[in-house]
T-cell receptor, first 113, second 111 residues
Framework: NAGVTQTPKFRVLKTGQSMTLLCAQD?????MYWYRQDPGMGLRLIHY???????AKGEVPDGYNVSRLKKQNFLLGLESAAPSQTSVYFC????????????FGPGTRLTVL | GEDVEQSLFLSVREGDSSVINCTYT??????LYWYKQEPGAGLQLLTY?????DMKQDQRLTVLLNKKDKHLSLRIADTQTGDSAIYFC???????????FGKGTLLTVNP
């Protein structure tokens, strides 16, 4: 199993550009999450999904959109990137609430100039 | 919203015990977690404790939970340089399907 993979690993954008971050998991997990990690702020939940075709807002959803068209993929979109979105983005997945482990991807480092 | 607080830094000598503390506010929390993040990597689950327990031991790790005070601690015995990392406390809340993370404690182990 590859576990949770994220594409790309690094990206530099200019203000106003758009991009999509891809998260993929091969563990047949129901739940998937997108977090951002900023210095001194810990991890903050952006959006999450409790199953294929469903999405929900987390703590800091503004400026981001997500889609979960296939169970194994969870996409995070930035329609018009802003410097405040410079961060490290982590995807995570989890089998169910009965399973207590969230598996994290390696992260995507995004810089918006 | 619910909050999780932890100190930002801890420095210990190799071979000593490390104790990382955490407080949380959600009185309905079912599970509480400790995650470890090594430089340049994602988070890995270290251990977790159910809210009706007050202690859990797993090899060098001991988790203590004081539910009345909403205080959680992680003790690492015989701390090694490989334990240097950021440690995150996380609260599963009442539903346990999304976690609230603390800001993380950077543990530095000095030889």
């Amino acid at each position: 199993n590859a576990g949770v993979t994220q594409t790309p690993k690094f990206r530099v954008l200019k203000t106003g550009q758009s991009m999509t971050l891809l998260c993929a998991q091969d563990m047949n997990h129901e739940y998937m999450y997108w977090y951002r990690q900023d210095p001194g702020m810990g991890l903050r939940l952006i959006h999450y999904s409790v199953g294929e075709g469903t999405t929900a807002k987390g703590e800091v959803p503004d400026g981001y959109n997500v889609s979960r068209l296939k169970k194994q993929n969870f996409l995070l979109g930035l329609e018009s990137a802003a410097p405040s979105q410079t961060s490290v983005y982590f995807c995570a997945s989890r089998a169910s609430t009965a399973d207590n482990e969230q598996f994290f991807g390696p992260g995507t480092r995004l810089t918006v100039l | 919203g619910e909050d999780v607080e932890q100190s930002l830094f801890l420095s210990v000598r190799e071979g000593d015990s490390s104790v990382i503390n955490c407080t949380y506010t959600d009185s309905s929390s079912t599970y509480l977690y400790w995650y470890k993040q090594e430089p340049g990597a994602g988070l890995q689950l270290l251990t977790y404790i159910f809210s009706n327990m007050d202690m859990k031991q797993d090899q060098r790790l001991t988790v203590l939970l004081n539910k009345k005070d909403k205080h959680l601690s992680l003790r690492i015995a015989d701390t090694q340089t490989g334990d240097s990392a950021i440690y995150f406390c996380a609260d599963g809340g009442g539903s346990n399907y999304k976690l609230t993370f603390g800001k993380g404690t950077l543990l530095t182990v000095n030889p």
